[in-house]
């Protein structure tokens, strides 16, 4: 060993000549597309996560078609499983082709369970791949074309099982429709876990998230009251209802199948009550109309939900309904005001509790900051309605029931007119009935008095 002279640096402890550690293993660094340990490959991931969405969103369809099937000797094993891969194609907006003529109308049931499983699909695959958190639009993006492509895959081999020894589906149309509507609902979910919803909610403007979010109040408000109002309209044809059901000669299990087939279209029902409360109304077969103001029908299927339709125009009392849409939208227009006034206050820990408080804190908000949120809450509402009047529709064979649901873009129109100018009315209402409390009526507010604002020019100060 060689003596350390004073000049020559003193090595540390457990270091080589070289500089290399003693006793310590390199731990190479992960090659490029090779996922760290303990994270899932991307397509490893996507494909587990879209394969247990179809499948969770599948098995209640199967077990619904299948045992009514299999309870009243209908058919095999395999003729049940396959009328459960028709009714989950159907629910997914995939058209079958049958000897009746092509049947799209879609259970938006069914469709509601699709896209929420699909939304947890894109959650655990960004978890699986360690992208929680990580706030990259590419991330979030990548999963949800992953996860869309391993669904578009599945719509496909369900589609060509179908076509074997069924209805006849295209293979194409499903592998389309399913990448699409997976690589969406994905995309919500993997947004959400990896933090870009946050970004995009800083980096937008104020008036456009405020906007946005009483677009959405506003339309949901409207699909809840045509909920209760198609719950109402079965409720009192429920003998109607009843005689239908008991006209299909089924047995027990098949009457049960039944209802439950008509709860599935239950959302449905409740667009279309929207829509006959917004005034376009909607269809149920070739040249029919259901409005307000008229109710043309011809003979109609057996369908236990149809018993709820309206038998003449609205008169009377009935005619306070066409005021739900104006009411509801506004209500979106008074939340839209307390909110801007809670944050105003400083936010909901800051909230006011006194009459006077809460005057103040609505005068603290200007009009623009309040009007431009309330006119853009029509066209987020009218989106919303015409996307669900839209997938709501479709025929349920050939002939005369070639067309059934309302028109989209009618309905997209009326409700971003009535949503906007009701929202614009609720939202200014809100603030000029909630006036500040002053000293005199002259002066400035108590909120301003406490912040030390400086009187207006030309009239004398109060504190001296």
């Given at each position: 060993?060689?003596?350390?002279?004073?000049?020559?640096?003193?090595?540390p402890?457990?270091?080589a000549?070289d500089?290399?550690?003693?006793?310590?293993?390199?731990?190479?660094?992960?090659?490029?597309?090779e996922?760290?340990?303990?994270?899932?490959?991307?397509?490893?991931?996507?494909?587990?996560?879209a394969a247990?969405?179809?499948?969770?969103s599948?098995?209640?369809?199967?077990?619904?078609?299948g045992?009514?099937?299999?309870?009243?000797?209908?058919?095999?094993?395999?003729?049940?499983l396959?009328?459960?891969?028709?009714g989950?194609?159907?629910?997914?907006?995939?058209?079958?082709?049958?000897?009746?003529?092509?049947?799209?109308?879609?259970?938006?049931?069914?469709?509601?369970?699709?896209?929420?499983?699909?939304?947890?699909a894109?959650v655990?695959?960004?978890?699986?791949?360690?992208?929680?958190?990580?706030?990259?639009?590419?991330?979030?993006?990548?999963?949800a074309?992953?996860?869309?492509i391993?669904y578009?895959?599945?719509?496909?081999?369900?589609?060509?099982?179908?076509?074997a020894?069924?209805?006849?589906?295209?293979?194409?149309?499903?592998?389309?429709?399913?990448a699409?509507?997976?690589?969406?609902?994905?995309?919500?979910?993997?947004?959400?876990?990896?933090?870009v919803?946050?970004?995009?909610?800083?980096?937008?403007?104020?008036p456009l998230?405020?906007?946005?979010?009483?677009?959405?109040?506003a339309?949901?408000?409207?699909?809840?009251?045509?909920?209760g109002?198609?719950?109402?309209?079965v409720?009192?044809?429920?003998?109607?209802?009843?005689d239908?059901?008991?006209a299909?000669?089924?047995?027990?299990?098949?009457?049960?199948g039944?209802?439950?087939?008509?709860?599935?279209?239950?959302?449905?029902?409740?667009v279309?009550?929207?829509?006959?409360?917004?005034?376009?109304?909607f269809?149920?077969?070739?040249?029919?109309?259901v409005?307000?103001?008229?109710?043309?029908?011809?003979?109609?299927p057996?369908v236990?939900l149809?018993?709820?339709?309206?038998?003449?125009?609205?008169?009377?009392?009935?005619?306070g309904?066409?005021?739900?849409?104006?009411?509801?939208?506004m209500?979106?227009?008074?939340?839209?005001?307390?909110?801007l006034?809670?944050?105003?206050?400083?936010g909901?820990?800051?909230?006011p509790?006194?009459?006077?408080?809460r005057?103040?804190?609505a005068?603290?908000?200007?009009?623009?900051?309040?009007l431009v949120?309330?006119?853009?809450?029509?066209?987020?509402?009218?989106?919303?309605?015409g996307?669900a009047?839209?997938i709501?529709?479709?025929?349920?064979?050939?002939?005369?029931?070639?067309?059934?649901?309302?028109?989209?873009?009618?309905?997209?129109?009326?409700?971003?007119?009535?949503?906007a100018?009701?929202?614009?009315?609720?939202?200014?209402?809100?603030?000029?009935?909630?006036?500040?409390v002053?000293?005199?009526?002259?002066?400035?507010?108590?909120?301003?008095?406490?912040?030390?604002a400086?009187?207006?020019?030309?009239?004398?100060?109060?504190?001296?």
């Amino acid at each position: 060993m060689s003596p350390v002279t004073p000049d020559q640096p003193r090595r540390p402890a457990g270091v080589a000549a070289d500089g290399r550690p003693i006793g310590r293993t390199r731990v190479p660094a992960p090659r490029s597309g090779e996922a760290p340990r303990g994270r899932a490959p991307l397509p490893v991931a996507a494909g587990v996560a879209a394969a247990w969405a179809a499948l969770t969103s599948w098995l209640p369809v199967a077990l619904v078609l299948g045992l009514a099937q299999l309870s009243e000797d209908a058919g095999s094993l395999p003729g049940a499983l396959r009328a459960g891969l028709a009714g989950w194609l159907l629910g997914h907006g995939v058209p079958l082709q049958t000897s009746a003529g092509p049947l799209g109308l879609a259970p938006l049931a069914l469709t509601a369970l699709a896209v929420w499983r699909l939304t947890r699909a894109g959650v655990h695959a960004s978890r699986a791949i360690g992208a929680r958190g990580g706030r990259s639009p590419r991330q979030a993006l990548t999963v949800a074309v992953a996860v869309g492509i391993g669904y578009a895959l599945l719509g496909a081999l369900a589609a060509v099982a179908v076509s074997a020894g069924g209805p006849r589906v295209s293979p194409v149309r499903a592998g389309l429709t399913f990448a699409l509507l997976g690589t969406l609902a994905a995309l919500v979910g993997a947004v959400r876990t990896t933090g870009v919803w946050v970004l995009l909610a800083r980096r937008s403007a104020p008036p456009l998230r405020d906007g946005v979010r009483t677009g959405l109040v506003a339309g949901l408000l409207l699909l809840g009251t045509g909920a209760g109002a198609a719950g109402l309209a079965v409720a009192t044809g429920g003998g109607d209802a009843a005689d239908l059901i008991g006209a299909y000669r089924t047995g027990v299990a098949g009457q049960a199948g039944i209802t439950l087939v008509s709860l599935a279209y239950a959302p449905n029902a409740s667009v279309w009550s929207a829509s006959y409360l917004l005034g376009p109304g909607f269809a149920v077969g070739t040249d029919t109309a259901v409005r307000t103001s008229e109710v043309s029908v011809g003979a109609l299927p057996a369908v236990p939900l149809l018993a709820g339709l309206p038998r003449g125009p609205m008169d009377g009392l009935g005619a306070g309904l066409l005021a739900v849409p104006v009411l509801a939208g506004m209500a979106a227009g008074w939340l839209l005001a307390r909110r801007l006034a809670r944050s105003a206050a400083g936010g909901r820990a800051a909230a006011p509790t006194r009459r006077s408080d809460r005057a103040e804190a609505a005068s603290a908000v200007g009009w623009p900051a309040l009007l431009v949120p309330a006119a853009l809450a029509g066209p987020v509402a009218g989106v919303l309605l015409g996307v669900a009047a839209a997938i709501s529709g479709g025929p349920l064979g050939g002939g005369r029931l070639a067309e059934i649901g309302p028109v989209w873009w009618q309905v997209a129109g009326v409700a971003t007119a009535v949503v906007a100018v009701s929202a614009l009315l609720g939202a200014a209402a809100t603030r000029l009935l909630t006036r500040p409390v002053g000293t005199g009526g002259r002066g400035r507010t108590r909120a301003e008095q406490a912040r030390g604002a400086p009187d207006a020019p030309g009239r004398p100060s109060r504190t001296g």
